[in-house]
């Protein structure tokens, strides 16, 4: 099978880390293809970010229905784009943040996130109540840390990143953690070993599930919430979106 990658910003370094991350966990037969759009930020860390490139997510997804994809993984821990991409594919299509979620319910009664900046924090806590998972994740927690310092300064993230598990695991009794940034990926292993409870980075997670999807059979479904798009013209820098002639041939 063959999955699409999509780190939503526009960050290559943090685009191959993603591939690695996916990769390390994939099944034999699983091809990843690891990709960033070709406009939008270079980070996401605020409501606008998200907005703008959850644009770019939506041009990939739609150029990845003439590319042989068989299910599509957003690699934004704010699964930028999400509900849209199930509307222009029947493919399976994973945000990392849902998939975290789900798994960590799998293997923790209660569990929380570490994530980047202070400002996230209510971007985070609106997705937790749309997933339903506000009676689960009991603690979010963020750090001095933009997206891209991760890249500028691993170390120095991984140290940051180290103290704040900690704590929430001793503060919060988290009994498993979600990492709140795709750019975490490399750090789940260590942590895990060094604290002996499970820390769930969302690019793995997103990437099994993508895999178990596809091998179940499993499509989109189109009975209503995330049938096409209305066919409709759309003008100015947006006008390539186009009528949904294409998105609906390709659902049907």
């Not at 703008?52 to 993984?73: F, H, M, S």
């Not at 690019?203 to 179940?216: H, I, M, P, R, S």
Request: contains cysteine; negative net charge.
């Amino acid at each position: 099978m063959k999955i699409k990658v999509i780190n939503p910003n526009t960050t290559m370094d943090m685009t191959e880390g993603i591939g690695e991350a996916a990769r390390s966990v994939a099944g034999a037969g699983t091809e990843i293809v690891a990709v960033s759009p070709e406009f939008g930020p270079e980070s996401i860390e605020s409501f606008y970010d998200e907005q703008v490139a959850a644009c770019g997510v939506l041009d990939e997804v739609r150029k990845g229905e003439t590319e042989g994809i068989d299910a599509y993984v957003i690699a934004c821990y704010g699964d930028p784009g999400l509900h849209a991409a199930r509307e222009v594919t029947e493919r399976p299509v994973v945000g990392i943040a849902e998939a975290s979620f789900y798994t960590a319910s799998m293997v923790a009664a209660r569990f929380s996130i570490v994530s980047v900046i202070p400002r996230v924090r209510t971007l985070l806590e609106e997705m937790v109540h749309g997933y339903g998972m506000s009676e689960r994740i009991i603690a979010i927690r963020t750090l001095p840390l933009y997206v891209l310092d991760i890249e500028r300064d691993p170390e120095g993230s991984m140290e940051k990143l180290r103290d704040e598990v900690r704590r929430s695991v001793a503060e919060d009794d988290a009994e498993a953690v979600c990492l709140g940034c795709a750019g975490f990926a490399r750090f789940a292993a260590e942590l895990e070993a060094e604290l002996g409870v499970p820390i769930l980075d969302g690019v793995v997670c997103a990437t099994k599930q993508a895999e178990l999807l596809v091998g179940l059979g499993l499509k989109t479904s189109k009975r209503k919430t995330y049938r096409p798009p209305e066919r409709k013209r759309f003008t100015g820098m947006f006008s390539h979106f186009g009528t949904a002639d294409d998105i609906a041939e390709a659902a049907e």
